[in-house]
């Protein structure tokens, strides 16, 4: 037995001003991805659950919801992630387009389970992808257009903290030989930051735990590690990237963080806010996997609304009480100068029945 008005772990209704707000935050990171060419697409919130997993490497189903479609009886799979919907656009619907192709999007996502940071199974996402090129430039759009949005969103106080998801293969493919029986477990006791584990499986990655932190500190680290020059392209598109952020964007890197960064290539970044206790983005480059088994190179970031809104600058709630009998030309004259106006339907209505912060009078706005 259920009792009304009770949701399930992990589920919640978002309330006046927050749902307005995340809406905003959405339109806002939306319009910003547009401005540079990013076109919106608008996946079913449900697929096939074979497609969804096969989509993106290593991406799978373990965070998705599945069930049988009574229609056609196959297995279904509510998207974790709107990514691999829209690497399946690209690649079908929209395989005709020139590449790269910019698309944008915005919509609910819903996890199979949560985590303590991040206790909400449905969240809303919004970002943009960034498919058919692989290179710094591209990079470095995708970035700036993320920072871009979080700006338009009213978010202060960004950092970024870069990683790159491929560097234990890199180096044990080359310089840095590691069975290949061990190196899950080294990516794990360095992402752990675990020296002792990291000792016990391949001592010579110990100077990677160190090269972490601010970004300058943490390249150059990085830089003098490198003594055969095989992390030279990445670390000098790093750079690239970095020296293209605004002034007021806190720059980190930890090479080795792999959590949520499984289907990543070279790059990885993670979007953080003042005030908000997780992150409230992330991104990266990726491959898309065509039906046919070609991969396509890509990148992008996502957002999520509800973290935004939880920072004091997301939320507006300026509400402007027309008195009963107010003109509607003088109402209209307000909301054509960007008041949120809300009109007494009966003589005895207040200001504060309404929750408003202003009240018309005069011909002017006045603060209640």
Not at 73 to 92: E, H, N, S
Not at 110 to 117: H, I, Q
Not at 334 to 361: E, F, K, N, S
């Amino acid at each position: 037995m259920t009792r009304s008005g009770l949701l399930p772990e992990g589920f919640h209704d978002s309330l006046p001003p927050f749902a307005d707000a995340a809406a905003a935050v959405e339109a806002r990171v939306l319009e910003a991805a547009r401005a540079h060419g990013y076109e919106r697409v608008d996946p079913p919130l449900a697929e096939f659950a074979d497609g969804l997993a096969a989509r993106l490497k290593a991406g799978g189903l373990r965070d998705a919801v599945r069930f049988v479609d009574p229609v056609s009886q196959a297995t279904m799979a509510i998207r974790p992630d709107l990514t691999a919907q829209v690497a399946r656009i690209a690649a079908t619907r929209m395989g005709h387009h020139p590449r790269p192709v910019r698309l944008s999007y915005a919509g609910s996502v819903l996890l199979l389970r949560a985590t303590a940071l991040a206790p909400d199974r449905e969240r809303r996402q919004v970002g943009a992808e960034l498919i058919g090129l692989d290179s710094i430039a591209a990079a470095r759009e995708v970035v700036g257009v993320a920072v871009e949005g979080l700006a338009a969103a009213g978010v202060a106080g960004v950092s970024i903290d870069f990683t790159l998801p491929d560097l234990v293969d890199t180096l044990a493919a080359g310089p840095l030989p590691v069975p290949a029986d061990r190196i899950a477990r080294l990516r794990e006791r360095l992402d752990a930051k675990d020296a002792g584990g990291v000792a016990e499986i391949a001592p010579a990655y110990l100077p990677l735990i160190a090269a972490a932190g601010p970004f300058d500190g943490a390249l150059a680290k990085l830089r003098a590690f490198d003594t055969g020059g095989v992390l030279g392209s990445r670390l000098d598109g790093l750079m690239e990237i970095a020296a293209a952020m605004p002034d007021a964007v806190t720059l980190t890197l930890d090479p080795t963080e792999r959590h949520g960064f499984e289907y990543q290539t070279w790059l990885g970044f993670s979007l953080f806010a003042a005030g908000v206790a997780r992150e409230v983005g992330r991104g990266g480059t990726y491959t898309v996997v065509h039906g046919d088994g070609d991969e396509e190179a890509a990148t992008g970031f996502s957002l999520y609304a509800d973290a935004i809104v939880s920072t004091a600058t997301a939320v507006d709630r300026r509400r402007l009480f027309l008195p009963f009998g107010t003109d509607a030309a003088a109402g209209a004259a307000m909301r054509a100068a960007g008041w949120v106006t809300v009109a007494a339907l009966t003589p005895d209505d207040t200001p504060g029945a309404q929750l408003c912060t202003h009240v018309y009078a005069g011909g002017t706005a006045r603060a209640v």
